[in-house]
């Protein structure tokens, strides 16, 4: 029998594609963002997908779509407030949005759970947040572990560590047991190069290049045309400014005139994976290109196919900031769906 899945905080789908891939049935999906929805919707079209507030989703009305209690639930809530990269604010109202997770869990009582999250809400509250959540699962019957995988370590040309907590109702299963590929890394380059004919400002909906190894062949397996691939238009100082930078440096490293208050710039390195794959799409700049990268470039960082479509406005800014969840922020909140297939498969063989 397919197990079943259901995913809360489902976002674009990234962690859904990754257990899609390895062999679940994706029932259910709750996101609040109508944009983030809306790609959900369309790569995944068996799953019925529930737009709005968690806390507005009744436990009784999933276990009717499903028919059944589903065997797995998943999810990653919002992180920002635990997140070690930016400014933590403990009093940020997405920091308990866990609790809702939790609560939905103990409802439901499916035979295993997966909450993935950055690895600052270890730390997060003096650790009594991450002591809430396995205190409060453990009461309810779960026996609980926890690892931190870095998605470079599983075929992802992308250093990214996230916390995966997993719960087995009335079993000592434990999710360390899950091992680290041995494989060589997969670099920047080795993922990307076949996309490196686009210029400042363009745009292409072909392939102009064959793939050249292993990595961009599985990417691209189920697809034929080129999706998201859309470069940003920059002026001459800004092309200039990304003419200095070398591979591995930052805005520290040029002249003083060229410099700006954004100080997160980085030229990209071609020989190793990418740093985390942030929702801002100026952040890094291509390995042998003046330009920043494209959302697909981006997406085959966090180790989308090439077949996954992103709806919504490319970027954003200003005060629709609030309600726009633009392309970029998709693919940078998402889970690797490499990293998600691994997780998937081991969970997939305790059953």
């Known amino acids: ?25 994706i029932a259910v999906a709750n996101e609040i963002n109508k944009d983030a929805a809306a790609t959900y919707s369309l790569n995944h079209p068996d799953t019925k997908v529930l737009i709005g507030d968690i806390h507005n989703i009744k436990s009784r009305d999933i276990i009717k779509i499903v028919g059944r209690k589903p065997d797995i639930i998943i999810g990653g809530p919002p992180c920002q407030g635990f997140s070690l990269a930016g400014k933590r604010n403990k009093n940020d109202s997405r920091n308990f949005l866990f609790k809702e997770f939790i609560k939905k869990i103990k409802e439901i009582k499916p035979k295993f759970f997966l909450m993935e999250n950055v690895t600052g809400i270890i730390s997060f509250n003096k650790g009594k947040t991450i002591a809430e959540i396995e205190d409060s699962l453990k009461k309810s019957g779960y026996t609980v572990s926890k690892i931190i995988l870095n998605a470079a370590d599983f ?15 009335k079993s000592n299963i434990n999710i360390n047991e899950i091992k680290v590929w041995k494989n060589k890394a997969i670099t920047t380059k080795e993922a990307i190069c076949d996309l490196d004919f686009l210029g400042v400002g363009e745009s292409s909906n072909h392939y102009k290049k064959s793939p050249s190894n292993k990595y961009q062949a599985i990417m691209r397996i189920k697809n034929n045309k080129l999706h998201n691939h859309t470069s940003s238009r920059h002026n001459k100082m800004t092309i200039k400014r ?12 040029i002249p003083a005139y060229f410099k700006t208050k954004k100080r997160t710039l980085l030229r990209i390195e071609e020989s190793k994976p990418i740093n985390t794959i942030t929702t801002i799409p100026d952040d890094y700049i291509h390995y042998s290109l003046n330009r920043t990268l494209t959302v697909r ?10 077949s996954y479509v992103f709806l919504g406005s490319r970027t954003t800014g200003g005060k629709r900031r609030v309600f726009e969840c633009p392309q970029y922020t998709q693919v940078g909140n ?17 059953f």
């Open 155 to 169: 075929g992802v040309p992308q250093v990214r560590r996230r916390l995966f907590i997993f719960g087995a109702l």
């Open 334 to 350: 998402a889970v690797p769906p490499i990293l998600a297939k691994v997780v998937g498969e081991w969970i997939k063989k305790q």
């Open 297 to 306: 470039e981006c997406a085959r960082l966090q180790s989308f196919p090439d």
């Open 1 to 25: 029998m397919i197990p079943v899945a259901i995913d809360f905080f489902a976002g674009a789908g990234g962690l859904s594609e990754g257990f899609k891939q390895a062999g679940f049935r």
């Open 242 to 253: 990304f003419s200095m930078l070398k591979p591995g440096h930052t805005m520290k490293e």
